[in-house]
């Protein structure tokens, strides 16, 4: 067997770290494409068959990247050092779902798009022939989504069915060490997310009394000028806490990470006790900030 050449692992290596990143494009995709559905999917957009085909570019292309965030949000929870577990069976078989769902979609994109010139060329061509007007209409653009994601899907099943995932029996065990550190990771992921939780409960609170609020005394989201009655005044009052409650939720990421940070709490738990700061065993924030003052 022929080992690769100095060409064939440059792209190899290109691709993997470009691999690493595309969870970026992806999320970009999806909010994109989400626009482009919102848009399109109005009663007046949808007058033609074009339109509705363009939904469904617009749908294919937001699934079939779902792998790439659904991956990087495993690394974002669980993290990816040597304590991170392994993917279990069921883990297994959901990424080759996922994978295979890629498949299936990227597919249906190309051949919507396909089909969309398709239609395109023959309803111009036959603009005058009463008999091509069928092509035109939106349940016509439904019926090539249905039929081609059909086909689509018919292909895919033989893509997964591939390969057969099987369970060993092995366990995963943490390397030595590792294990301790690994219960810290998880309880500081539990402490972030339980404020981050709390926050997101609160503002949404203070968001909906807002709006039932304003909508009892028929004002909406308008500027309030008129200051005599004692209702408006007390929505005036209500809004005025927006800085506080929007910016408890911009400071409660950069806090919990630092709170939790390990370095950080020894630093502090040095200076409460009135101990000294070993800044050579150290590498936390403030440690650098001590040396550089």
Same mark, same amino acid.
């Given at each position: 067997?022929?080992? %690769?050449?100095?060409?064939?692992?440059?792209?190899?290596?290109? !691709?993997?770290?470009?691999?690493?990143?595309?969870?970026? %494009?992806?999320?970009?995709?999806?909010?994109? &494409?989400?626009?482009?559905?919102?848009?399109?999917?109005?009663?007046?957009?949808?007058?033609?068959?074009?339109?509705?085909?363009?939904?469904?570019?617009?749908?294919?292309?937001?699934?079939?990247?779902?792998?790439?965030?659904?991956? =990087?949000? $495993?690394?974002? !929870?669980?993290?990816?050092?040597?304590?991170?577990?392994?993917? /279990?069976?069921?883990?297994?078989?959901?990424?080759?779902?996922?994978?295979?769902?890629?498949?299936?979609?990227?597919?249906?994109?190309?051949?919507?798009?396909?089909? @969309?010139?398709?239609?395109?060329?023959?309803?111009?061509?036959?603009?005058?022939?009463?008999?091509?007007?069928?092509?035109?209409?939106?349940?016509?653009?439904?019926?090539?989504?249905?039929?081609?994601?059909?086909?689509?899907?018919?292909?895919?099943?033989?893509?997964? @069915?591939?390969? =057969?995932?099987?369970?060993?029996?092995?366990?995963?065990?943490? %390397?030595?060490?590792?294990?301790?550190?690994?219960?810290? =990771?998880?309880?500081?992921?539990?402490?972030?997310?339980?404020?981050?939780?709390?926050?997101?409960?609160?503002?949404?609170?203070?968001?909906?009394?807002?709006?039932?609020?304003?909508?009892?005394?028929?004002?909406?989201? !308008?500027?309030?000028?008129?200051?005599?009655?004692?209702?408006?005044?007390?929505?005036?009052?209500? $809004?005025?806490?927006?800085? @506080?409650?929007?910016?408890?939720?911009?400071?409660? &990421?950069?806090?919990?990470?630092?709170?939790?940070?390990?370095?950080? =709490?020894?630093?502090?738990?040095? !200076?409460?006790? /009135?101990? #000294?700061?070993?800044?050579? $065993?150290?590498? #936390?924030?403030?440690?650098?900030?001590?040396?550089?003052?």
């Amino acid at each position: 067997m022929e080992s %690769p050449t100095d060409a064939q692992l440059f792209f190899s290596n290109l !691709v993997t770290k470009f691999g690493a990143y595309e969870y970026i %494009p992806a999320t970009i995709d999806i909010l994109l &494409n989400s626009f482009h559905v919102y848009i399109l999917s109005h009663r007046q957009m949808r007058t033609s068959s074009m339109t509705t085909i363009l939904i469904g570019i617009a749908l294919a292309d937001m699934i079939f990247p779902v792998i790439a965030i659904k991956k =990087q949000l $495993r690394i974002w !929870v669980l993290g990816a050092g040597l304590c991170t577990p392994p993917e /279990g069976l069921i883990e297994t078989n959901i990424n080759w779902l996922l994978y295979s769902i890629r498949d299936d979609f990227r597919r249906c994109s190309t051949w919507l798009g396909l089909s @969309l010139a398709c239609v395109r060329t023959i309803s111009v061509r036959n603009s005058m022939n009463h008999s091509y007007k069928y092509i035109s209409k939106p349940s016509f653009g439904y019926k090539i989504n249905v039929s081609v994601v059909l086909a689509s899907t018919l292909l895919s099943i033989f893509y997964y @069915l591939r390969f =057969q995932i099987v369970d060993t029996g092995a366990l995963w065990t943490p %390397p030595p060490g590792q294990a301790r550190q690994s219960r810290y =990771q998880e309880v500081r992921l539990l402490i972030h997310v339980f404020f981050l939780a709390i926050m997101s409960a609160t503002t949404f609170a203070y968001y909906v009394f807002q709006a039932i609020y304003s909508s009892e005394l028929g004002v909406g989201d !308008v500027v309030l000028i008129d200051n005599s009655s004692s209702e408006l005044q007390g929505l005036r009052a209500l $809004r005025l806490w927006y800085p @506080l409650v929007s910016g408890n939720m911009s400071f409660v &990421n950069p806090v919990m990470l630092l709170m939790l940070n390990r370095d950080i =709490q020894k630093c502090l738990g040095n !200076v409460c006790s /009135g101990k #000294s700061i070993d800044i050579h $065993r150290t590498s #936390s924030i403030l440690a650098m900030n001590r040396t550089a003052t």
